[in-house]
Antibody, heavy 121, light 107 residues
Framework: EVQLVESGGGLVQPGGSLRLSCAASGFTFSSYWMHWVRQAPGKGLVWVSRINIDGIGTTYADSVKGRFTISRDNTKNTLYLQMNSLRAEDTALYYC??????????????WGQGMLVTVSS | DIQMTQSPSSLSASVGDRVTITCRASQSISSYLNWYQQKPGKAPKFLIYAASSLQSGVPSRFSGSGSGTDFTLTISSLQPEDFATYYCQQSYRTPYSFGQGTKLEIK
């Protein structure tokens, strides 16, 4: 059974840092691109970042570029999101998601349960 | 960036009704369009990829169509468990944008 379990969230002051982790199991983690998607309270889904299978290729939303860093450790089957210079508008539930393909079409087929990050003084 | 716009934002319907949700992309995305269902307090659930291909295990009352810029999600006969928020998402180009969501409520 595919499982994605996030951890590391919590309350942080503006300007602070936090690192989220996403522990993967039930599939060959090193074979899949992985993503982070966030959802502010009561709002919709917003794509944040992605990382390729070897961790070399990364992409970010403009809103987090230069502040967030996505990474992975394929030996530990774990995805990370290092979040620096946090702002109130970064307050959200953060989901890690597996990205799969079928006939060239990609989609998020498995999601973690989400981890709440609250940025407030 | 590609903007995704869903309509309506909310919809009231009854069990057994047929409902359609529309998603429009700000530029052509071919058929790189996915649909997700989200219930309160839960992670999104993947329903449809490539505009019209049903994910394994998703009931056949769900269907999708469209290509280019205009897409639809149809539920042929609403069941109690279908009341949720639905999101479209384009996987044509990063940033992989989502629609704002359509909340399907019980009438």
């Amino acid at each position: 059974e595919v499982q994605l379990v996030e951890s590391g969230g919590g309350l942080v002051q503006p300007g602070g840092s936090l690192r989220l982790s996403c522990a993967a199991s039930g599939f060959t983690f090193s074979s899949y691109w992985m993503h982070w998607v966030r959802q502010a309270p009561g709002k919709g889904l917003v794509w944040v970042s992605r990382i390729n299978i070897d961790g070399i290729g990364t992409t970010y939303a403009d809103s987090v570029k230069g502040r967030f860093t996505i990474s992975r450790d394929n030996t530990k089957n774990t995805l990370y999101l290092q979040m620096n210079s946090l702002r109130a508008e970064d307050t959200a539930l953060y989901y890690c998601a597996r990205f799969d393909y079928s006939y060239g079409h990609g989609y998020f087929d498995y999601w973690g349960q989400g981890m709440l990050v609250t940025v407030s003084s | 960036d590609i903007q995704m716009t869903q309509s309506p934002s909310s919809l009231s319907a009854s069990v057994g009704d047929r409902v359609t949700i529309t998603c429009r992309a700000s530029q052509s995305i071919s058929s790189y369009l996915n649909w997700y269902q989200q219930k309160p307090g839960k992670a999104p659930k993947f329903l449809i990829y490539a505009a019209s291909s049903l994910q394994s295990g998703v009931p056949s009352r769900f269907s999708g169509s469209g290509s280019g810029t205009d897409f639809t999600l149809t539920i042929s006969s609403l069941q109690p468990e279908d009341f949720a928020t639905y999101y479209c998402q384009q996987s044509y180009r990063t940033p992989y944008s989502f629609g704002q969501g359509t909340k399907l409520e019980i009438k």
